[in-house]
T-cell receptor, first 113, second 107 residues
Framework: DGGITQSPKYLFRKEGQNVTLSCEQN?????MYWYRQDPGQGLRLIYYSQIVNDFQKGDIAEGYSVSREKKESFPLTVTSAQKNPTAFYLC????????????FGPGTRLTVL | AQRVTQPEKLLSVFKGAPVELKCNYSYSGSPELFWYVQYSRQRLQLLLRHISRESIKGFTADLNKGETSFHLKKPFAQEEDSAMYYCALSGDYKLSFGAGTTVTVRA
């Protein structure tokens, strides 16, 4: 299962605090993605990055920020501006060769108290 | 804009019965469609893609451009097929997912 790792598995934060979720991949993939998974709503795209030092907003980017300083890392910051941050967050990556398949990490469950 | 619709949130079938998960899409370009599956305590993973026209774990899916559908089918469901299934459409360098269908196969 290696390849894409997310840490931590569970994260608890107080309301009003920013929190950063880690996503690392050793697959040498160019593209990386962040999704939010909520019951009954499927996966919704937060941000994505096609290449180092470049990223684009997805469908629900408000209240989130990302960086892509290294090819293997794509951290997601959930800011205090995100109105409903409690959710399961999934990171994924995709090869520039096999452009169809996304490979997913194990996810981080964030709970804001 | 691209959109994927999975009308069924829950689907319960008996072991050995056929199962069909519905997926409809809207996309202005030429669609590339996929089914992803998430088994309990496992990562989300690719099940099959329309372009390869393959059968994986007994599942098949046919792209019907006229009906804009990509339904997933299996003639004889097994208990190990119990999982969450997502239909996804690739376009504009990103995947758009449906809301997902939870399948429960009962003995």
């Amino acid at each position: 299962d290696g390849g894409i790792t997310q840490s931590p598995k569970y994260l608890f934060r107080k309301e009003g605090q920013n929190v950063t979720l880690s996503c690392e991949q050793n697959l040498n993939h160019d593209a990386m993605y962040w999704y939010r998974q909520d019951p009954g709503q499927g996966l919704r795209l937060i941000y994505y990055s096609q290449i180092v030092n470049d990223f684009q907003k997805g469908d629900i980017a408000e209240g989130y920020s990302v960086s892509r300083e290294k090819k293997e890392s794509f951290p997601l910051t959930v800011t205090s501006a995100q109105k409903n941050p409690t959710a399961f967050y999934l990171c994924a990556s995709r090869s520039s060769v096999d452009t169809d398949t996304q490979y997913f990490g194990p996810g981080t469950r964030l709970t804001v108290l | 804009a691209q959109r994927v619709t999975q009308p069924e949130k829950l689907l319960s079938v008996f072991k050995g019965a056929p199962v069909e998960l519905k997926c409809n899409y809207s996309y202005s370009g030429s669609p590339e469609l996929f089914w992803y599956v998430q088994y309990s305590r496992q990562r989300l993973q690719l099940l099959l893609r329309h372009i390869s026209r393959e059968s994986i774990k007994g599942f098949t899916a046919d792209l019907n451009k006229g009906e804009t559908s990509f339904h997933l089918k299996k003639p004889f469901a097994q208990e190990e097929d119990s999982a969450m299934y997502y239909c996804a459409l690739s376009g504009d360098y990103k995947l758009s997912f449906g809301a997902g269908t939870t399948v429960t196969v009962r003995a």
